[in-house]
């Protein structure tokens, strides 16, 4: 195994001055004004429109009722919230990025479900802070449910997650198709990655630790920490392998399909849920006519590799969950409509047919769904704790510079032009001419 440690376990401005603001807002509720709603504020254009002139009064009722502001909004203890960080297919698009769903509990849990090409964007977007992205639950092994772990991994570590990253996931019918095997050519396609990375970062976060569990498994737990149990099901899906989770908290049940054939453990262990997340995919017609599969093919994956419209719909009546969710197509078209239709023959309950940052808030009372509005100059969201520095004595972190390109390649007339700039700043912080802090220490004759 590579140096990299696997321990298998078997903001734009204007949004951040909109979160500061509304913090302060909901942190004293009683100045909340409900206005009314204008008859052409019907759409996220319009709020958007709206946010961009606020000049930090009131937020309208008609925007917090109907759109979720990332950062904004503080769960009850007994509260999750949902939020689909991607809804796509393996090709992901501008507008959607393939499967990915986050999971916040209201006593501060964050579980991400699947990360699919494209959706880490979609996490900056939600504002979840690195530190507490920790946790990431794979249901198989296809790209479009595991290729942004990259982003996950690197991203939160440049962005201030202390920690490892803590990777679950199933079994294979042999040891190279696991979840620990993937995991390790992780390590060995990131590999040079890492070691940049460690010698100027702190290289814990560079760490993963990969929880595989069994994918035979039925209804087992693989997660029961703080309050919130994981358990997992087999999956039906072009081989052995995949897995289904159904997530329980504060009383509440969310499941999540992953790509599955309708299976007799879903209908046995998904009853009772009140967020149901199922794959509803397209038909072969959609298949041959967006796609240009031939008919046998658009047939055998619409129908049997994944869940048909009228098999979804199936599903829904059967379990009559508290709100249904389908997710993995492409939302161009008429496509949304002819899936709802094939849905509506045989289901006639609360639906969802998920577009990427739609969220839903799952109460004792009440589930609501509302589109997350989304700032394009959005950063990820500050953490609780500067990033720490990297230990320049670390052996597994060693200076990645040969003398043969330090020699050269370091141009030292840029450096009368830079120290002015330099001085100033390890002044402020009391760090000028500090080994392993001041880099210029380095080449200092």
Request: aromatic share 10%; hydrophobic share 40%; net charge negative.
């Amino acid at each position: 195994m590579r140096a990299l440690a696997i321990n298998v376990v078997k903001k734009g401005k204007q949004f951040m001055k909109i979160q500061s603001a509304l913090r302060g807002l909901l942190a004293a509720a009683a100045t909340a004004v409900a206005l009314s709603t204008p008859t052409h504020a019907n759409s996220i254009k319009d709020a958007q429109d709206w946010l961009a002139e606020w000049d930090g009064g009131p937020i309208p009722a008609w925007i917090t009722d109907n759109y979720y502001l990332p950062g904004t909004e503080t769960l009850a203890i007994d509260e999750i919230r949902v939020s689909a960080c991607g809804t796509g297919m393996p090709a992901n698009t501008r507008k959607q990025a393939a499967t990915c769903f986050l999971v916040e509990t209201g006593n501060g849990e964050v579980m991400m479900f699947d990360a699919g090409s494209g959706s880490y964007a979609n996490i900056v977007a939600l504002q979840i802070p690195a530190d507490k992205l920790t946790k990431v639950f794979l249901s198989h092994l296809h790209t479009d449910h595991m290729a942004e772990l990259s982003g996950v991994w690197a991203g939160g570590w440049i962005s201030g997650r202390a920690s490892e990253l803590h990777v679950y996931g199933p079994s294979g019918r042999l040891p190279e198709l696991g979840t620990a095997a993937a995991m390790e050519h992780f390590v060995g396609y990131n590999f040079w990655d890492q070691q940049t990375r460690a010698a100027n970062l702190n290289p814990i976060p560079g760490n993963i630790i990969v929880h595989e569990f069994d994918y035979k498994g039925v209804n087992q737990v693989v997660h029961d920490e703080n309050g919130v149990v994981v358990r997992t099901i087999p999956a039906l899906h072009t081989g052995d392998g995949p897995v289904s989770y159904i997530i329980e908290y504060a009383g509440k049940k969310v499941v999540f399909s992953g790509d599955t054939f309708p299976t007799r453990w879903f209908l046995d262990h998904a009853q009772d849920a009140d967020l149901l997340i199922h794959e509803v995919f397209h038909t072969p017609q959609q298949l041959v006519d967006i796609l240009g599969f031939v008919p046998p093919v658009a047939m055998t994956v619409g129908t049997f590799i994944h869940t048909s419209p009228e098999a979804f719909g199936k599903v829904v009546e059967t379990l009559q969950p508290r709100h249904a969710v389908g997710f993995h197509f492409y939302d161009i078209g008429s496509v949304r409509e002819e899936i709802e239709a094939g849905v509506r023959n045989v289901y006639q309950g609360p639906l969802s047919l998920a577009q990427d940052l739609m969220v839903w808030n799952i109460r004792n009372d009440e589930i609501t769904e509302r589109m997350a509005i989304d700032d394009p100059d959005a950063i990820p969201a500050p953490t609780s704790a500067p990033i720490p520095a990297a230990d320049p004595n670390n052996p597994a972190a060693p200076y990645p510079f040969t003398q043969y390109i330090l020699d050269g390649g370091l141009y030292q007339e840029m450096l009368p032009v830079m120290n002015p700039r330099l001085d100033a700043f390890c002044s402020k912080y009391n760090f000028c001419g500090v080994q392993g802090a001041d880099w210029r220490t380095r080449f200092q004759q």
